[in-house]
């Protein structure tokens, strides 16, 4: 079930080069399937040369990082490539300012990027949705970004559209990053149906940290976040929490519609999306009945479905779907966490002891307080440590908490590991549908034997917001910059409306 | 499809300027572009033109891989008096240089800013707009015009700034950048003071971005790196025998590396526009972030290397270890003061804003961030703007180095730099010296209005001077939880 990529922006482009290198890697060292392929790729003009092209569209308002990108995907070795005609590109760049992005840019671009997407969503058999991937510091990838995705959600009103929005680093990159970034938070919080944050502040030390470069490039910045959203976007198959509590057989045993490859055991119990409710299975149920998961078995992320018998085998649905209906079922909350682990440098992976009792551990941990590194943690702190509750006032909560989690485990002995631990109703809102949300994948992932990742709908990202609005305010209040912005029709109420906005997604997160 | 900058040279100074600028960007550009191939960078400063035909055919950049036939400079070339221009004209730079956008006159301005704004700007505005016309008709997608111009003559200021004028009234979407020379204390020209009032009162209104660079800044530059060359060949023996090197160095123009240094300046700026890198600044990102209220568009450079490189034959290799070894090192040099083009004390007042772009292969993000965490807590920043920095990274490095680092601040110490133009005026303007030149072409409300346009801006930067403080702020109900206690 394909997925276009969106990439806008110089961060956008450079992030999505990473990251369709990554999935060709790691969709070539391990067999997922013909239809795994397929999401991300489709194949290529020429297909006896065996050359696929990325189902992705390149934005960018100035011509350089596109070239560099469409060069480097078609550096020798590589079995992809960028669609000759798939990019867009104007001269003069946004000139770090979002409603040049927005106001200006966007409606001079919109005919022509709508039209480069209809191309690759005809070239799909059966779209599942766009994920963009932008910045939100700067002008293209925060104003433009914001615009196409509007534009797309008017156009495809039934694709999902997730955003991977990078959060600059608070030492600051971009003066007017402030600004620019909370524009695009109160728009995208209204249009996207999940906004994955990935904080280049986070990312920088994790290299220094955890994968002992000394120097962090970008180029290293947006390999550590092209593996984490690779591993929680290749496919997966549902399981429950509980070892051995997974495998319910499937009374629908007719074959999936799309060329699914080897897996274990049934076809895939398909349900769509919609429909997925079943009877007694909402609330905090983690027992077998509200686990029960339909067999896997096509590699792809089957959804779970009731024990209930489907009558005809619908399409299945891949992990974005998965995602943004798991994750996101509440209008106001739609920002999620990224963590993945382990993060080791390349040379300590072959002398690494992999035990999933570890991972899942740290993992754990790294939920409970919050942090997206997998050092340096607070190990005192317990979901039922103090602060935890909705009427903390802290003002960044010690202890995390979320919507709902997803978990991914990848490696050896992947399906029969427990992590009922994870499924601890503390670590959830009381009124969470549906908490937790468990697949795994056998093969290994970036030559770790084991790997677990975490997408989860939760409180991280109420510290950088807050600091973020209290610049914004400050720059208000002395209406520094603002002139720039009014060139383009925006005007101090705007600016206002989006703060209180802001205000209004952090406090709900707060008071979870 | 490249995005062009013209350059307008005015004046005397300006020309100068303007030529060694044109000689070290071919110098960049030969130094990376090995191919001889006319590609999208050159074609930001350069045309290509096939010279075998009548008229002679610009040729497109197209894939980026045809042959340079002949480059001509996208520029336009303005001055009073024609000793300078043919000079250039004779010289290497002849067939850059292209005769159809020269506009000459013989007499000059007599260094009087009234006479070249209101006598020979309004006579041949016609034809220089015409020749700006051509060279931007020629630009696939104009992205700013570079005035070179200095403020303390007459063709320069008066001219420079009518031309000013005219870009925003004929071009308001494409950027003004100016690189304007202020005049120094020594300054030989006695009327200098008025000049460069009434040309600062018209830099305040039109340009979307002036670059002041004072000559007794360049010359201080200038002379510490004569000494330490000296000082170096003197000292150690170096191989080769170089008892030549301070001669060779006294041989050549006084202004050359003065001008060399301010056309440094300006290949620095540009370079991200043309190379690529991991974290772009176009020219609109510079006014963008830089510029914080309309009017406050004066940012204060500073550089690390400022001079190219000697060749190591000409010097040995005592003077060359005296260049920066580390990126660390660059950083530290480019907030001192020695290496500012212009004489402002940044540190003792406050930072409005500030840009640092990084040139080299080896430069990364987490380089420019520790090195600003480092230096950060020496420097006064506005308290709307504490944390922020706008970077830019491009892989390119400058010729003969292996990397190197400009700063852009917008700094309220430019308000002293004002107040002192402002002193020099009012001695003279006190007794009305030499008020009757000007009152030939202008009236004396010219005087009284640019008066008012530079003390209101100085008012403005010096309000903004002791800001370091936030004051309270109330922050704004959620939308929707305002039922909520």
């Given at each position: ?5 969106l ?8 992030l999505?080069?990473?990251f369709?290198?990554?999935?060709a ?12 392929v397929?999401e991300?790729y ?24 596109v070239?560099?990108?469409r ?22 760049g946004?000139?770090?300012n979002?409603?040049q ?27 599942t ?29 039934a ?14 990159e ?10 695009t ?22 290299c220094?940290?955890?994968m002992g ?12 976040a ?36 080897t ?10 999306p919609a429909?997925r409710?079943?009877p ?9 009945e ?22 005809c ?31 080791l440098p ?8 992999f ?8 993992l ?11 050092e ?18 802290v ?13 991914v ?11 009922a ?31 677990a ?9 109420v ?50 | ?7 307008i040279?005015?004046g ?21 572009n ?38 001509k400079?996208?520029?336009v ?12 004209l ?8 292209d ?6 006159d ?21 034809a ?28 320069g ?19 003004r ?12 020209v ?8 009434l040309?600062l009162g ?6 979307d971005?002036?670059?002041?660079i ?15 060359r ?6 150690g023996g170096?191989p ?13 123009k006084?202004?050359?590396?003065m ?6 300046l ?29 009017r ?38 480019v907030?001192?003061r ?16 500030c ?11 987490s380089?420019?961030?520790?090195n ?33 680092l ?25 007794r009305r ?27 403005q ?25």
């Open positions: 079930m394909p997925v276009i990529t990439q806008l922006g110089q961060c956008g482009n450079q999505g080069c990473s369709f290198h990554t999935l890697s790691e969709l070539s060292a391990n067999d997922y399937g013909y239809a795994a397929n991300y489709r194949a290529g003009p020429d297909t006896t040369s065996g050359i696929y092209t990325a189902r992705s569209v390149l934005i960018d308002m100035e011509p350089k990082v070239a560099g990108a060069a480097s995907a078609a550096a020798s070795g590589s079995w992809w490539r960028y669609p000759s005609t798939g990019y867009l590109v104007m001269q003069s946004s000139g770090n979002w409603s992005g927005f106001h200006g840019y966007g409606p001079r671009v919109h005919d022509a990027a709508l039209e480069l997407v209809r191309r690759e969503v005809e070239a799909a058999d059966c779209l949705g766009f994920l963009l991937l932008q910045s939100m510091a700067g002008g293209t990838g925060a104003g433009l970004g914001t615009y196409v995705a509007q534009a797309l959600k008017d156009e495809y009103h694709a999902f559209i997730t955003n991977c929005c990078v959060w600059p680093y608070e030492s600051g971009v003066i007017v990053q402030p600004y620019n970034t909370l524009f938070l109160s728009h995208l919080s209204d249009l996207s149906d999940g906004i994955v944050l990935l904080e280049n502040e986070a990312l920088h030390r994790t220094a940290k955890l470069i000394n120097r962090p490039s970008f180029t290293d910045m947006n390999g550590i092209a593996r984490a959203l690779a591993s929680v976007l290749l496919p997966s198959q549902s399981r429950g929490p509980n070892p051995g509590g997974s495998h319910a057989p499937n009374p629908t045993s007719g074959a999936p519609g799309t060329g699914a490859a897996g274990p055991g049934a076809s895939p119990g398909l349900q769509l429909l409710r079943t007694g299975s909402g609330g905090r149920g983690v027992g077998s509200g686990a029960a998961a339909a067999a896997g078995g096509s590699g792809l992320g089957a959804p779970r479905s009731s024990a209930s018998p489907a009558s085998p619908p399409p299945s649905t891949s992990p974005l779907a998965e995602l943004v209906s798991h994750l996101c079922c509440h209008p106001a909350y739609r920002m999620l966490t990224l963590r993945a682990i382990p993060q390349p040379s300590s992976i072959d002398f690494t002891t035990t999933w009792a570890a991972i899942l551990k740290r754990r941990q790294m939920l409970v307080t919050g942090s997206v590194l997998e340096g943690m607070d190990w005192s702190v317990t979901p039922h440590s103090p602060g935890s509750g909705p009427a903390a006032q003002p960044g909560p010690r202890v995390n908490r979320a919507v709902a989690n997803w978990l485990l990848r490696g050896q002995g992947a399906g029969g590991v427990d992590v631990d994870f499924a601890d109703p503390a670590l959830t809102a009381a009124w969470a549908v549906d908490p937790l949300s468990v697949s795994y994948n056998g093969n290994k992932f970036g030559r770790c034997l084991m790997s990742s975490l997408l989860s709908n939760d409180r991280r990202c510290g950088p917001i807050q600091r973020m609005l209290e610049h914004a305010y400050g720059m208000l209040e002395s209406r520094a910059f603002v002139h720039q912005y009014e060139t383009y029709g925006m005007s101090v109420s705007d600016f206002q409306a989006c703060f209180a906005r802001i205000e209004d997604i952090s406090q709900r997160y707060v008071r979870l | 499809m490249p995005r062009e900058l013209v350059t040279q005015v005397q100074c300006g020309n100068q300027v303007g030529c060694r600028f044109w000689e070290l960007a071919l110098r960049e550009h030969a130094a990376y090995t191919k001889g191939v006319y590609d999208e960078a050159l074609s930001s400063f350069f045309r290509n033109v096939d010279t075998r035909v009548e008229p002679p055919r610009n040729l497109p950049v197209g894939d980026g891989r045809g042959p340079i036939r002949t480059l400079a996208r520029s070339i303005v001055d009073m008096e024609c000793g300078v221009i043919n000079e250039m004779k010289g290497p730079l002849g067939e850059v240089l005769t159809r956008q020269l506009v000459s013989v007499s000059g301005a007599g260094n009087n800013w009234a006479h070249g704004h209101h006598v020979y700007g309004p006579q041949y505005h016609d220089i707009l015409d020749k700006i016309r051509l060279t931007t008709e020629d630009c696939d997608s104009l992205q700013s015009f570079m005035l070179l111009h200095s403020l303390g003559g007459g063709t200021s008066g001219v420079g700034t009518y031309i000013l004028r005219m870009l925003a009234d004929e071009f308001p979407g494409v950027f950048f100016t690189g304007s020379v202020f005049p120094s204390e020594e300054d030989d006695v009327t200098s003071p008025y000049n460069a009032l040309a018209q830099l305040v209104e039109h340009a971005c002036v670059l002041p004072e000559n007794q800044a360049l010359i201080d530059i200038t002379n510490r790196a004569d000494a330490a000296e000082k170096a060949a003197g000292g170096a080769g025998g170089t008892p030549a090197a301070p001669t060779t160095a006294a041989s050549s006084p202004f050359d590396s001008n060399s240094v301010a056309a440094s300006l290949l620095h700026m540009t370079a991200s526009v043309r190379f690529e890198g991991p974290l772009n600044v176009d020219l609109n990102d510079i006014t963008m972030n830089l510029v914080p209220y309309p406050m568009h004066f940012l204060l450079s500073s550089m690390s290397p400022l001079l190219p490189p000697p060749r190591e034959r000409d010097v040995g290799r005592q003077a060359l270890a005296l260049q920066p070894r580390t990126l660390d090192q660059v950083f530290g040099e907030f001192s020695d290496h500012q083009l212009i004489r402002a004390d940044p540190r003792n007042a406050t930072y409005l804003a840009g640092l772009i990084a040139r080299g292969p080896t430069a990364t993000i380089d420019i961030n520790r600003v965490a480092r230096l950060r807590p020496q420097l006064r920043m506005v308290h709307w703007n504490s944390e922020g920095f706008k970077l830019g990274i491009c892989s390119t490095p400058p010729v003969g180095c292996p990397f190197g400009l700063c852009l601040a917008n700094n309220t110490a430019i308000a002293s730099t004002f107040t002192t133009m402002k002193e020099r005026f009012d001695k003279l303007y006190r010296f030499y008020t009757h030149h000007y009152e030939q072409y202008m009236d004396c409300s010219g005087f009284e209005s640019a008066i008012e346009l530079v003390a209101d801006l100085t008012r930067y010096q309000e903004l001077d002791g800001a370091t403080r936030a004051p309270a702020i109330t922050r704004l109900r959620p939308r929707g939880l305002s039922f909520l206690p």
